[in-house]
């Protein structure tokens, strides 16, 4: 039956999702039922076409990248992929009319990865993070607000600015996994070879503008999925701060996380606020 095989594809989105990333999972679940399954649904898409190009080393990523685009095209055009992940997303793809322009950005920005290195002027650099990052961010506020025109409009900028800074925030906090396995250096006019504490508070201070904007978008969002995407930008604000306060030296030289017991501590004040309507 098909509904079995919808079944077991979604189910399929929600394993990648808690598999790869605790902090993506926990936001979710604080989103409704109602919308939780597809944005599942988007992050097992994106993940999996991520996974191709940052970590199949020993594997011919052009290749699979192109398989997976060809794979991605049919699912959408046919509305069934035989792929698990891409038959989910194609589902939410078609519910929320996602604009095609959205996917195409991001497959381009994944397609980049395979073959460039740096982004040396500031044009470079935004182009790759509208379609590595911003246009995620679209895809699930069409989620959001359940295919609202005049809604997604009204958020559509502080969706995109919120998409932004956590794409840089992942930028800053891997940079040397980036840097030294896979040569690749995102921040245009910055030499990670000598990153010095000006140049890593010039990054900051562009995060936390973006953070400015996209938490006013939070405050508009549905009820539906304020809470779950609050507690998304919170993990990341979090993450932020450490960075603020760990030496340009030592963000080269390791990787700064949020240990789990501070997840759950930050859900705990971050539904406390949500509770006393102070979002």
């Known amino acids: 039956m098909k509904l079995i095989f919808d079944n077991v594809s ?13 902090s993506f999972s926990l936001a979710t679940k604080m989103l409704s ?22 970590s199949f080393h020993d594997y011919d990523k052009e290749i699979l990248f192109n398989n997976f685009s060809k794979d991605l095209e049919l699912a959408l055009e046919h ?27 991001f497959m381009k920005s994944m397609r980049l990865d395979l073959h460039k290195h740096n982004y040396l002027t ?3 650099y935004k182009e790759y993070i509208y379609g590595s990052a911003d246009v995620v961010g679209l895809m699930c506020l069409k ?13 559509k900028d502080a969706a995109m600015r919120l998409g932004s800074a956590f794409q840089k925030v992942n930028f800053l906090r891997d940079l040397k996994a980036d840097f030294e396995d896979l040569s690749r250096t995102y921040f245009p006019n910055t030499d990670l070879n000598q990153l010095d504490e000006a140049s890593k508070q010039a990054i900051i201070a562009d995060i936390e503008s973006d953070f400015l904007e996209g938490l006013q978008g939070i405050k508009r969002l549905p009820i539906e999925a304020k809470f779950g995407v609050f507690m998304a930008y919170r993990y990341y604000s979090q993450l932020l701060k450490k960075l603020k306060k760990t030496p ?19 859900l705990t004040r971050s539904y406390v606020k949500y509770q006393l309507n102070l979002l």
Not at 10 to 22: D, M, Q, R
Not at 33 to 54: K, L, M, P, S
Request: charged fraction near 30%; proline fraction near 2%.
């Open 10 to 22: 979604k189910e399929c989105s929600k394993i990648v999702t808690k598999s790869y990333s605790t």
């Open 33 to 54: 039922a109602t919308i939780r399954q597809d944005i599942y649904n988007i992050y097992g898409f994106v993940r999996f076409a991520d996974e191709i190009v940052d």
């Open 79 to 105: 509305k069934i992929s035989l792929n698990p992940i891409l038959n989910s997303f194609q589902e939410t793809f078609h519910r929320y009319s996602i604009d095609k322009s959205l996917v195409d950005a």
């Open 122 to 124: 500031d044009a470079e």
């Open 143 to 155: 989620v959001f607000v359940k295919g609202d025109h005049e809604k997604y409009e009204s958020l």
């Open 248 to 266: 340009a030296l030592e963000i080269k030289s390791t990787r700064i996380r949020v240990p789990n017991y501070k997840k759950f501590e930050l």
